[in-house]
């Protein structure tokens, strides 16, 4: 069984730098564990998949943004969660605690195995 907390820091881990990468899920086991026994750009692509199942609502939004998810060329974390947080009219403390909440709603998905069809 996987340790819920590990698997939320790994979760919080991506968020850092430029956001979900190759490399970067590569250092999560915790996640690589809940993702399968599968390639690493099997794992990326479900990991996304499921981020962008959250929904559109802008919690949902501010994580896809704090991994950078679908952006061609991501800034740096705080340079993204400033932009969100522009755009809608919320504090960067805002968009980290709904960061926090989606990591949360995240990692319960994956430990129920909620994985996104055609995975």
Do not use: W
């Not at 990991?47 to 939004?61: I, S």
């Amino acid at each position: 069984m996987v340790d819920l907390e590990r698997l939320r820091d790994n979760l919080k881990y991506i968020r850092r730098g430029r956001g979900l990468t190759f490399a970067k899920l590569a250092e999560c086991p915790y996640v690589m564990e809940v993702l399968g026994d599968v390639p690493l750009r099997v794992a990326y692509e479900r990991l996304a998949g499921m981020v962008r199942m959250l929904g559109e609502d802008v919690q949902a939004m501010a994580l896809r943004n704090a991994y950078a998810i679908d952006m061609l060329a991501p800034d740096t974390l705080t340079r993204r969660r400033e932009r969100i947080a522009g755009i809608h009219g919320l504090s960067i403390d805002t968009i980290e605690l709904y960061e926090r909440n989606m990591i949360d709603e995240l990692a319960l998905r994956l430990v129920h195995g909620e994985l996104p069809v055609g995975s």
